[in-house]
T-cell receptor, first 113, second 116 residues
């Protein structure tokens, strides 16, 4: 079965600084990969997705992610973080066997002014 | 705007008292999911409906049930809530149950359940 690892439980960045959140997956074939964001007390919102093709994908709110097969990674990036980006971020992979999403444990982003 | 709506946003129930959480969608999606999310954890899939076809996850306790009376609505029933059932319950939808269309899911804002 597929699995997702987000190595960082918490990350703190200064407003205006760049951001990279790490995600590693385990799956032999080309995975379907997703990043979701969850603001406090809210549901999950899809930021971006990768199915195939260009390995650098653009999402909403200025986020992008790069699929690197050699590293089994799908890291989320943003060049300049805003205070409103403070939230929890979940990486997910589409599990082929069960046709369902498998989520990582999440990374909580704190933004300091 | 097409969306997924959950009511209520906050629900307090007593230990052992049945409770029902509601989800509705205007996306006209075929699949509706219920997830349980405990504090600082990943969402955990409880079950899903593909149209009227109910699919339970193997490790979902019998205490959790669901109903889908029509395309737009889906309910989560907790028959006898325990303190361990306190969590955020998320409803989600997808266009289909297979492949890419299953993975692209749209979430509601969640219902925060407190058990006293």
């Amino acid at each position: 079965a597929q699995s997702v690892t987000q190595p960082d439980i918490h990350i703190t960045v200064s407003e205006g600084a760049s951001l990279e959140l790490r995600c590693n997956y385990s799956y032999g074939a080309t995975p379907y990969l997703f990043w979701y964001v969850q603001s406090p007390g809210q549901g999950l919102q899809l930021l971006l997705k990768y199915f195939s093709g260009d390995t650098l994908v653009q999402g909403i709110k200025g986020f992008e992610a790069e699929f690197k097969r050699s590293q089994s990674s799908f890291n989320l990036r943003k060049p300049s973080v805003h205070w409103s980006d403070a939230a929890e971020y979940f990486c997910a992979v589409g599990e082929v066997e069960g046709n369902k999403l498998v989520f990582g444990a999440g990374t909580i982003l704190r933004v300091k002014s | 705007d097409a969306m997924v709506i959950q009511n209520p946003r906050y629900q307090v129930t007593q230990f052992g008292k049945p409770v029902t959480l509601s989800c509705s969608q205007t996306l006209n999606h075929n699949v509706m999911y219920w997830y349980q999310q405990k504090s600082s954890q990943a969402p955990k899939l409880l079950f899903h409906y593909y149209d009227k076809d109910f699919n339970n996850e193997a490790d979902t306790p019998d205490n959790f049930q669901s109903r889908r009376p029509n395309t737009s609505f889906c309910f989560l029933d907790i028959r006898s809530p325990g303190l361990g059932d306190a969590a955020m319950y998320l409803c989600a939808t997808s266009r289909d149950r297979w492949g890419i269309k299953a993975y692209e899911q749209y979430f509601g804002p969640g219902t925060r359940l407190t058990v006293t």
